[in-house]
Structures are given as C-alpha cells and as structure tokens.
C-alpha cells in the first residue's frame, strides 16, 4: 500500500518554514524523529521530519515553496516512500486544479 494524501496549499504554509502532516497518513509513517527529503520535478529538498503534537516536515519547507514558485491554491499529491531506512522521503506532485480563487 501506498501512503499519500493531497494538500491544498494555504497561506499559513507560506508564512511557516514547517508543513503540518495530515493526521489521516500517520498511521503509515515512522513514529520517530528522522531526515527527510521531498523530491519534486526540480529537484530534492532535505528537511527534518519531526514527531510530536503536530508531526511536521521542516528546515528546508519554505526553499522547497520557494524553488519551486508553489502558491496558495495549489494542490499537491505526496507520496511516502522509502520509510523503512533511517530517513523518510516523500514524492511530491502538483495537481493541475482551478486557481480562480488563489489567496495570495
């Protein structure tokens, strides 16, 4: 089984340098602290994969928004992969979707 959800991007993940994972795809990830990388069409992007109140992925969010000119209102399908070693990776791609109603 492959662990992935969809996340409409908001503007509250523009503002933060961390991404809050959905409760919802927890039961399928690692319940410690580990590395992890996010690979998208321009490239990967390590970041720190954190646990607690709200399980995050972090250091390294907001270049990965940033590098690849991600907006509010865009729709991105990440898929957990390789979560068995010592770091946790997660391919990422951006949906095509209806952008009339971008926040920014």
Same mark, same amino acid.
């Given at each position: /089984?492959?662990?992935? *959800?969809?996340?409409?991007?908001?503007?509250?993940?523009? &503002?933060?340098? =961390? *991404? %809050?994972?959905?409760?919802? $795809?927890?039961? *399928? #990830?690692?319940?410690? +602290?580990? &590395? @992890?990388?996010? %690979?998208?069409?321009?490239?990967?992007?390590? /970041?720190?994969?954190?646990?607690?109140? !709200?399980?995050? #992925?972090?250091?390294?969010?907001? &270049?990965? $928004? =940033?590098?690849?000119?991600?907006?509010?209102? =865009?729709?991105?399908?990440?898929? @957990?992969? +390789?979560? @068995?070693?010592?770091? %946790?990776? *997660?391919?990422?791609?951006?949906?095509?979707?209806? !952008?009339?109603?971008?926040? +920014?």
């Amino acid at each position: /089984m492959v662990a992935y *959800f969809e996340k409409t991007l908001t503007k509250s993940y523009f &503002e933060n340098n =961390d *991404f %809050i994972l959905p409760s919802s $795809i927890l039961e *399928f #990830l690692p319940d410690d +602290d580990r &590395e @992890a990388v996010v %690979i998208f069409e321009r490239g990967a992007y390590n /970041m720190k994969y954190k646990v607690g109140a !709200h399980t995050r #992925l972090y250091q390294g969010w907001k &270049e990965f $928004i =940033d590098a690849n000119g991600l907006r509010t209102g =865009d729709v991105s399908c990440f898929k @957990a992969c +390789d979560t @068995a070693s010592d770091r %946790i990776a *997660f391919l990422v791609e951006k949906k095509a979707g209806d !952008h009339r109603n971008r926040l +920014d």
